[in-house]
């Protein structure tokens, strides 16, 4: 995926090699657990150039990406409530060990020591990192919800901003026993680096079902 709004060609979007199922996720902005879908949505691949006028808005991209897969594929879906897996992001013990952040919000990008900017999120040889400033919990909990696949809720009640530095493995994570030289599992690293905790509990999660949808879209 490259091109689209905040981007360096905001007037193109263009996906390669793009399963159906991404295309919805990056159409209505939902979790891939909040997503009901058949098999093929995750196997079949497809290409998109689309054009997008001058003053869009992320909402009304948004709305156009919708409309595309409306009018090409001729989705339809609907919304409902699931019972599911759902996580609070609570502090474990007294005192959480995060460090207040003294960076204004607008701070210019940081960069390593070898000039390169420090990516919010960055995985490497099995090694995922946070590595953020100015973060409140509430922005912490969504950046949790997209690595664990499962909605996480701020039950913290911390209402500060800080700077985050979070290192765990991702291959303990993908393992069913995560006790392995590779490193802590998100869960572990959680509660060991910040003094916070991942509470699990059932909750109603809205997700989308697929009721139709064709395999081959309209020609342009």
Request: charged share 25%.
């Amino acid at each position: 995926m490259f091109g689209g709004l905040g981007s360096r060609d905001p007037s193109r979007f263009v996906v390669e090699n793009f399963s159906f199922f991404n295309l919805l996720l990056a159409s209505y902005e939902v979790g891939r657990y909040q997503l009901s879908t058949p098999a093929w949505m995750h196997t079949a691949k497809f290409d998109i150039t689309a054009k997008i006028p001058e003053g869009t808005t992320q909402a009304q991209f948004h709305m156009m990406l919708r409309n595309l897969l409306e009018d090409r594929f001729k989705l339809a879906l609907h919304r409902e409530k699931k019972e599911m897996k759902v996580y609070e992001l609570t502090v474990r013990g007294d005192r959480p060990k995060l460090k207040e952040s003294t960076n204004p919000p607008d701070s210019p990008r940081r960069l390593d020591k070898d000039g390169l900017p420090i990516l919010p999120v960055m995985t490497r040889n099995g090694q995922t990192r946070f590595d953020v400033i100015n973060e409140s919990m509430e922005q912490l909990a969504t950046r949790l919800t997209n690595q664990i696949n499962g909605q996480v809720t701020d039950a913290t009640g911390l209402n500060g901003k800080y700077d985050i530095i979070l290192t765990w493995s991702t291959r303990a994570m993908a393992m069913e026993d995560p006790a392995t030289d590779s490193g802590p599992t998100l869960f572990t690293a959680l509660e060991e680096q910040l003094g916070l905790k991942l509470v699990a509990k059932k909750g109603l999660v809205e997700v989308l079902v697929i009721d139709h949808a064709e395999r081959t879209p309209t020609e342009n």
